[in-house]
């Protein structure tokens, strides 16, 4: 069964740091979100991506972030320069086949600023 | 402000019992709606989704819509000591690209 990608599962940065998270989506889907979960808290969305644009962004996502899809296979996040307080899990997600409504998480990559 | 809300839990059970989980949302333009089992430390994985009034059964779970209430559920059956994890609610908006808005989710454990 196909399934969302996402490298590296964990990753350890000093503040101020760009780092970039990697994720595969479905290879038939339409469409592509970061969300993100810090520990204790709600999942909370960032940016969703269509058609090679943002669709839409939440207040969360400022001028540090930026998404790409580089390619026709990876799709990414960068953080220009991580602050604390970006320590947090960073779900991919990828949906819209067929017009279908569902969609489907990667595994998350850790990130832990210092 | 658009709003999902759980009860945080925990909810315990014992092992073969029916688990009940609520949901209610502020934005009635919702028009999907999603139950979403996460354990800790890993990614929220479907469990199902539902788009209609009434119930939707899938094995041993079943969801419950009700846009009248502005209340989603859903039910266990036979709970199992493997179905204990938390379970996220989620709410999203007409049209492919919307986002899904994330309820805190209700810890179930089921015990022996």
């Known amino acids: 069964e196909p399934e969302v990608t996402q490298t590296p599962s964990h990753q350890v940065t000093q503040m101020g740091q760009e780092v970039i998270l990697r994720c595969v989506p479905i290879?038939?889907?339409?469409?592509f979100y970061w969300y993100r979960q810090i520990l204790g808290q709600k999942v909370e969305f960032l940016v969703s991506?269509?058609?090679?644009?943002?669709?839409?962004k939440s207040e969360i996502f400022d001028d540090q972030f930026s998404v790409e899809r580089p390619d026709g296979s990876n799709f990414t996040l960068k953080i220009r320069s991580t602050k604390l307080e970006d320590s947090a899990m960073y779900f991919c997600?990828?949906?819209?086949?067929?017009?279908?409504?569902?969609?489907?998480f990667g595994p998350g990559t850790r990130l832990l600023v210092l | 402000q658009k709003e999902v809300e759980q009860n945080s839990g925990p909810l315990s059970v014992p092992e073969g019992a029916i688990a009940s989980l609520n949901c209610t949302y502020s934005?009635?333009?919702?028009?999907?709606f999603f139950w979403y089992r996460q354990y800790s430390g890993k990614s929220p994985e479907l469990i199902m989704s539902?788009?209609?009034?009434g119930d939707k059964e899938d094995g041993r779970f079943t969801a419950q819509l009700n846009k009248a209430s502005q209340y989603v559920s859903l039910l266990i059956r036979d709970s199992q000591p493997s179905d204990s994890a938390t379970y996220l609610c989620?709410?999203?908006?007409?049209?492919?690209?919307?986002?899904?808005?994330f309820g805190a989710g209700t810890r179930l454990a089921v015990h022996p």
């Open positions: 934005d009635r333009g919702s028009q999907s």
């Open positions: 997600a990828s949906g819209g086949a067929g017009g279908q409504e569902t969609q489907y």
């Open positions: 991506f269509y058609n090679n644009e943002i669709s839409e």
């Open positions: 539902i788009y209609s009034n």
């Open positions: 290879s038939n889907h339409l469409y």
């Open positions: 989620a709410v999203k908006g007409l049209g492919g690209y919307n986002k899904l808005i």
